[in-house]
């Protein structure tokens, strides 16, 4: 019987397309970082730059928020996104992890996991893998369809992803390798690590594709995908020309023309390549991931730019234009065009016109629960947002120093409702002096989870308080706890005051809500910035566009044409500390002052 000819497959010396000569020239947009109404846009604009692939990961906990409950809707929908790339004439990698990194919230992980206390990631441990093959089990059948085989686009598919860099139990990739073979993925297979002996150890798998991530030193690193992989095609899977941003550190670029150079040498050495990013996108909502160095807790900034050739809102930077010559130099003339630039709204300055105390507002925001003792957000449910703790403490204490043990990330202490300070998981030592009338007093502790870890050993991030609350030496007991993943705001009591807000928020005291409302003509693409504010979140029209933070780099949020609407839309922020007087409207990005990107070389 003859056998079709794969779309995409291996020879001795390189790749092969329907039965020719092939170099993958990539570039990597995540479907859940765009809005879906503009992914046919940035498709546009990323075949235009001349790739003839795209490449995404899935983002397992974007899917299954709940354990058990699914969603492929709208944004979530990763089929329509790769049809459409297909439709595009591009060819689609897809990266289904479980784990993916993408300084995305716990690596793609869902939080759930994590309110089994046995729990062990990444690894061949019954429980984890038991999630990950239930999981497998809804996913591929949504992938099959889509697979060159079948008639798709889909032409490989990424076995978990720098595992290398985590461990070297050949047993937990090679079950994820069988399952997908098992539930039916018939498409060339890959993995993907660092660019360094180490890591090709650990990660890379006998009999399928290795792949090599690196954004610097091109030679050495194809040298040793080659040590490790002495025939077939060699394969840059993530080519770092960019970077990602932490709060409170420099915005990162690099240099456009040399970030072209390495691309060129690449291509020279008869490499294929994924350009990772080709758009990055935003870290909508609560998303975003954070790291961690062993000493100290870096979470992520809101915007996932990444110094990308298209930017977060769809700008064509000098990288786009340069990539865009080293691509036809090597493979031909572009038959594609860009879109033009996105219209942007213009700017304006608009005041909030009603404000809601969070601290009065726990009781239409969430029902509480009981417990003996603080829990982290996990054993509720919850993964994203907020989660309040509050006790009664019993007096009178003259002086006592209050203490969290296993906070995660941020907690405001508030007594009496009057706000005494601040305790983060980076000064873990820190107390905070109180005393207690003899009445006894209320304690409010409103916690933020600022990104679950997303690369590294320290992965299993608990968020909330996983130890306990002391007073001096003295664990308190007794709490009523509120998880606040604010996902459903349409209950705040908005008081209508058009007073100007004033640099204390107004009267209320605490975490406080500012509506403001604004009329279009028609919606475009906008940034919104909030000088004079502290930090806090943004929603648009009830679509949480993300964080915002007065120590920067990222000065603006980006909310792209799709969540404004003609006539009358309303801004919520949720300010932790100080509001501004108003919420500025402006027609251009401002990601904060850039410095040099800081590309491992391995």
């Given amino acids: 019987m003859h056998q079709p000819v794969p779309r995409l497959a291996l020879t001795d010396a390189g790749f092969l397309r329907d039965g020719r000569p092939h170099r993958i020239v990539s570039a990597a947009i995540h479907y859940f970082r765009v809005h879906p109404d503009l992914w046919h846009d940035r498709l546009l604009r990323l075949r235009a730059m001349g790739v003839n692939t795209v490449e995404t990961y899935v983002a397992w906990n974007v899917h ?3 354990r058990g409950r699914h969603d492929f809707s709208g944004g979530k929908d990763v089929a329509a996104f790769v049809r459409t790339a297909g439709e595009l004439g591009l060819d689609v990698i897809v990266r289904p992890g479980p784990y993916i990194c993408a300084e995305w919230e716990f690596g793609g992980l869902p939080g759930w996991l994590l309110a089994d206390p046995g729990m062990r990631l990444r690894r061949v441990n019954t429980p984890y893998l038991a999630a990950v093959d239930s999981w497998f089990d809804v996913l591929v059948p949504v992938l099959l369809p889509l697979l060159a085989g079948n008639g798709g686009p889909l032409v490989a598919m ?9 461990g070297n139990e050949t047993a937990y990739p090679e079950h994820l390798r069988d399952g997908l073979v098992r539930r039916g ?33 091109p030679k ?22 960019g970077w990602f941003d932490h709060w409170g550190e420099p915005h990162h670029t690099r240099e456009a023309t040399e970030a072209a150079g390495v ?32 000493e100290v807790y870096q979470p992520i900034v809101t915007s996932y730019d990444y110094d990308a050739p298209v930017g977060e809102a769809g700008e064509l930077t000098e990288k786009y234009h340069r990539f865009r010559e080293v691509i036809e130099r090597h493979t031909g003339p572009i038959a594609h065009t860009p879109p033009p630039p996105p219209a942007r709204l213009a700017p304006r300055s608009i005041v909030p016109d009603g404000r809601a105390g969070l601290l009065t507002a726990l009781d239409g925001l969430a029902e509480p629960v009981h417990r003996a003792e603080p829990e982290p957000m996990e054993t509720f449910g919850q993964s994203l947002g907020l989660i309040h703790y509050r006790t009664r403490l019993r007096g009178p204490l003259a002086h006592a120093e209050l203490r969290i043990d296993g906070l995660a990330d941020r907690a405001q ?4 409702g009057v706000e005494l300070g601040v305790l983060d998981r980076n000064r873990p030592g820190r107390a905070l002096p109180l005393t207690v009338p003899a009445g006894g007093a209320e304690l409010d502790l409103l916690v933020e989870n600022l990104g679950r870890i997303n690369y590294g050993p320290l992965l299993a991030d608990r968020k909330g308080i996983t130890g306990g609350v002391r007073l001096d030496s003295q664990y308190q007991f007794g709490w009523e706890i509120r998880p606040l993943p604010l996902t459903d705001l349409s209950a705040l009591p908005f008081d209508r005051d058009r007073a100007p807000v004033g640099a204390t928020g107004g009267r209320l005291a605490g975490p406080v809500f500012h509506r403001a409302v604004l009329d279009l003509d028609a919606p475009a693409d906008g940034f919104l910035a909030l000088p004079g504010w502290g930090r806090g979140t943004v929603w648009l029209n009830g679509f949480a566009l993300g964080r915002y933070r007065e120590d920067g780099p990222q000065r603006t949020l980006y909310a792209p044409a799709p969540l404004w609407r003609a006539g009358r839309n309303e801004i919520v922020v949720l300010e932790l500390h100080r509001a501004g007087p108003a919420v500025e409207l402006r027609d251009t990005p401002d990601l904060g002052q850039a410095e040099p990107a800081p590309i491992p070389a391995w």
């Fill in 64 to 66: 299954e928020p709940v």
């Fill in 158 to 166: 990424g076995v978990e992803n720098e595992y290398g860099s985590y």
């Fill in 220 to 241: 050495s690193a194809l040298d040793c995908l080659r040590r490790h992989q002495p025939e077939g095609p060699l394969v840059c899977m993530e080519f770092w020309h």
């Fill in 413 to 416: 202490v508030f007594l009496d």
């Fill in 185 to 217: 993925v018939d498409c060339l297979l890959f993995t993907a690590d660092g660019a360094a002996d180490g890591f090709q150890l650990g990660g890379r798998l006998p009999g399928i594709l290795t792949t090599g991530t690196f954004g610097s030193r």
């Fill in 263 to 294: 691309l060129d040498e690449l291509l020279t050495a008869g490499a294929s390549v994924n350009i990772y990013m080709g758009h990055g996108g935003t870290n909508f909502g609560w998303y975003n991931g954070a790291n961690h160095t062993g």
